[in-house]
């Protein structure tokens, strides 16, 4: 599968991330993010590298241990646009729902990351022109392992379903998920929004959405754009992380195009995400933390 992104990383196997010291890449940037933060803003690369692989202490298994004690907290946002195309791609989740928690730490352990807590949420959405109230659903966070059973009975419970003729109302999806309440606890951190269409997206208009809606979605691209370049704002400007498997066209292209720490990986538009391998999903999941 072909991957554009701003950089434009390359989908990579499962590799350890490089030493902070390491001479720079000629060829195109690895899709291994930069490593996560301390809790304070300025914080160096260095401080926050994960150290090399050292030889383990007899009989101990010790590369999983955060450095320090420090304790890591991801969020993730799944907005997922659930019109009737996007069978393929829901079926696949719905089946890996349960064991959604167990391949995302077997990822991070193979790349030596270690992650404290994990909180998934959905904001599953349709077209507001074409579906109204009924084009979004939203769900708390849960938290993982605890509330996978919770998490499971959400996603089971979307239905692929509705919606115009493309596009659809990714970009609401987007920046509700920007708002999302993430958390604050935790020494590092790290923010990951994850976007499944196979449509493009909207172009964002106040007039379509309900009162409540509309109240927290910027009026346009360009106030989107701020929002998520606010260093201010409720994502911090070192953890956030924005995936996006959706389809080269209005909306993603401008995303990948113009944001930072945005990976797109371009999908088969109307092919519901059918293209797109479970794995590849959790991989890029992996890469981003």
Known sequence: MSESSNPSPTPAAPSAEPAPDAPPASSPPSTDWPVLEESAPSATAGASTPASPAAPAAGAQSSLAAPRGLSYAVDIVFCIDVTGSMTPIIDQVKANALRFY??????????????????????????????????????????????????SEFVNGLVAEGGGDAPESGLEAVALAIDSPW????DRRRQVIVVWTDQPAQSLSPTVLPPDIASRVPADFSALTDAWEDEQG??????????????????WSD????????????SQAGGGLSEVDYGTIIDSIGNSV
């Open 255 to 266: 995303i990948s195009g113009v944001w930072e720490n945005v990976v797109h990986h371009p």
């Open 234 to 251: 409720r994502m911090g400007s070192s953890s956030k992380r924005l995936i996006l498997f959706a389809p080269d066209g209005p909306g």
């Open 102 to 151: 167990d391949d995302v730490q077997s990822n991070l352990t193979a790349k030596g990351k270690n992650v404290d807590q994990l909180r998934v949420r959905i904001i599953a959405f349709r077209d507001f022109a074409a579906d109204g109230a009924a084009a979004l659903d939203e769900s708390p966070f849960f938290t993982l392992p605890d509330e996978r059973a919770d998490f």
């Open 183 to 186: 958390t604050t606890t935790g």
